[in-house]
Nanobody
Framework: QLQASGGGLVQAGDSLRLSCAASGRTFVNYATGWFRQAPGKEREFVATIRWSGGSTAYADSVKGRFTISVDNAKNTVYLQMNSLKPEDTAVYYC??????????????WGQGTQVTVSS
């Protein structure tokens, strides 16, 4: 299973680091992605990384501000979020699946963690 944590309430310009800890099985042959869903909106892609090779991809809206990384020893994927904006406010989910930007290509989902950015 996947366990997301690290969300909170911050001000615009602040930073947060989200964690996605994997347990119960190995996800080394998968990619782990972060997605977010704001109230009244569809779930959208944020970033993804391959556990094995470290290839990454980002949504244009977060490129240059967010960094995804993996710690294989800890079975954990991180999302470092800098220069946060109010429009980053959403519930953030981590998921494992095919290396893709599509929510439909991810089959294992963690529970969400709320990120709220005040202006």
């Amino acid at each position: 299973q996947l366990q997301a944590s690290g969300g909170g309430l911050v001000q615009a310009g602040d930073s947060l680091r989200l964690s996605c800890a994997a347990s119960g099985r190995t996800f080394v042959n998968y990619a782990t992605g972060w997605f977010r869903q704001a109230p009244g909106k569809e779930r959208e892609f944020v970033a993804t990384i391959r556990w094995s090779g470290g290839s990454t991809a980002y949504a244009d809206s977060v490129k240059g501000r967010f960094t995804i990384s993996v710690d294989n020893a800890k079975n954990t994927v991180y999302l470092q979020m800098n220069s946060l904006k109010p429009e980053d406010t959403a519930v953030y989910y981590c998921a494992a699946g095919v290396y893709s930007r599509s929510v439909h290509d991810y089959v294992y989902w963690g529970q969400g963690t709320q990120v709220t950015v005040s202006s």
